[in-house]
């Protein structure tokens, strides 16, 4: 059923009611690199797969998320999330489950992580921003970030749950039980609260219709600058995902303490998420985009130049956090206050793709040249580099259009 133009507006209840949802949608619907990040050496240990072959299933997800980000973003902008979440939900534990059906064949793992990311689009991110976005005007920065930092909890939590069913169900059985474990966190939720329909249009006032033909959206030069930014910052942040566990254990780390140094990403990542969401509603949009762009290339830096004990890593664990929850809430922001709501899950499907492929492929190169150098040191001083062009293209944006608010 397509949208229609009747739909009521939701009532403050119904939105926090939807917000919870998508909260806990996004939160589970992007754990994927995270649980790899946790899996990345039991799965080498048991297989004998080198990391570079590991990530390069990110690289795969990577090429195939474009397709499925857009053309997700697609239905979004025509119908209902809630006809298409719901199957999402089934997919999305169907495509888990399949990477427990693994061989020491390496080929089984790319093509069961083919299937997962194609299946797992009904938990894209851009369905449940697009909610947001679409029913929050006056605090849309703070609902945002709000739905986006369910993904803290998850990655505090991710090394030790997979940890915990690695230690009890072996290393095969922990995809399967990470999939039952989706369907039951997810069909009330998503039943009670996701709303029946929403039009966007309905809900956009003419000061933030700047969306205008899709041809034009595309051919905008804002947009491809954007887009390059988040390719630059992506790649950064992709690395710290995957890699920054492996990082502990090369220090000498055990993997008990690099999966508590991880507990610390978490509380950051809602910290820096939430912080951002509150500033984007606050502040100059390219000032806080940029200052939060600039948190990765301190990681690195320190990375580079102080001893990585626990007490380093801790530290480096929240500046991270920090880093990578305030990186999504910018893709949602942006896509929303430059291009307003009409094209907005183009948009998003778009930027999103272009960061995920960022993450995934630099989380592959970087296993390639960590296994031809031994090191990390050359990666992570071409990422300070990236850095510093991905904020001098934010700051030449210029300002969004303005905003009209409403009772949230």
């Not at 894209?124 to 849309?140: C, D, G, I, P, Y």
């Not at 509150?278 to 600039?294: E, N, W």
Request: net charge neutral.
């Amino acid at each position: 059923m397509r949208m229609t133009d009747t739909t009521a507006p939701l009532s403050n209840a119904a939105k926090l009611g939807m917000l919870l949802a998508a909260t806990m949608a996004i939160a589970i619907g992007g754990t994927h690199y995270h649980v790899l990040g946790a899996m990345m050496r039991p799965l080498s240990e048991t297989y004998g797969w080198s990391r570079g072959d590991i990530a390069f299933a990110l690289t795969l997800a990577s090429i195939i998320n474009p397709f499925t980000n857009i053309a997700t973003g697609l239905l979004a902008d025509r119908y209902p999330v809630r006809h298409i979440a719901l199957p999402g939900i089934f997919a999305f534990a169907l495509g888990t489950a399949s990477l427990g059906l693994i061989t020491s064949e390496i080929w089984t793992w790319y093509l069961a992580y083919a299937f997962f990311t194609i299946a797992g689009s009904g938990l894209n991110a851009v369905l449940f921003t697009k909610l947001v976005v679409v029913h929050f005007s006056k605090r849309r920065g703070l609902a945002l970030a709000t739905s986006l930092a369910g993904t803290g909890i998850m990655v505090s939590t991710i090394p030790h749950i997979v940890l915990a069913l690695e230690t009890i169900a072996g290393v095969r059985a922990v995809y399967p039980l990470l999939a039952l474990c989706t369907l039951v966190l997810l069909l009330g939720p998503f039943w009670l609260f996701l709303p029946h329909e929403e039009k966007a249009s309905q809900r956009v006032s003419p000061a933030t219709k700047a969306d205008g033909d899709w041809r034009d959206v595309i051919g905008s030069s804002v947009l491809w600058k954007i887009g390059l930014s988040f390719l630059l910052i992506g790649s950064c942040i992709g690395t710290f995902i995957v890699h920054f566990q492996p990082m502990l254990a090369d220090a000498g780390l055990s993997r008990e303490d690099a999966a508590s140094v991880a507990l610390f990403v978490g509380p950051a990542l809602i910290v820096g998420r939430l912080g951002t969401g509150f500033l984007y509603d606050l502040l100059p949009t390219r000032l806080v985009t940029a200052s939060a762009f600039s948190l990765p290339a301190i990681a690195c830096l320190c990375i580079l130049y102080l001893p990585l004990d626990f007490t380093t890593a801790v530290g480096l664990a929240i500046l991270i956090g920090l880093g990578m929850g305030s990186e999504t809430d910018a893709v949602a922001y942006l896509s929303s206050r430059y291009f307003g709501i009409t094209h907005y899950g183009l948009i998003f499907g778009i930027l999103i793709s272009v960061y995920g492929f960022s993450i995934g492929v630099a989380s592959w190169l970087v296993g390639l040249i960590f296994d031809a150098t031994g090191s990390y040191d050359l990666v992570l001083t071409s990422l300070i580099g990236g850095v510093m062009i991905a904020i001098g293209l934010m700051v030449s944006i210029g300002r969004p259009p303005p905003l009209k608010t409403d009772a949230l």
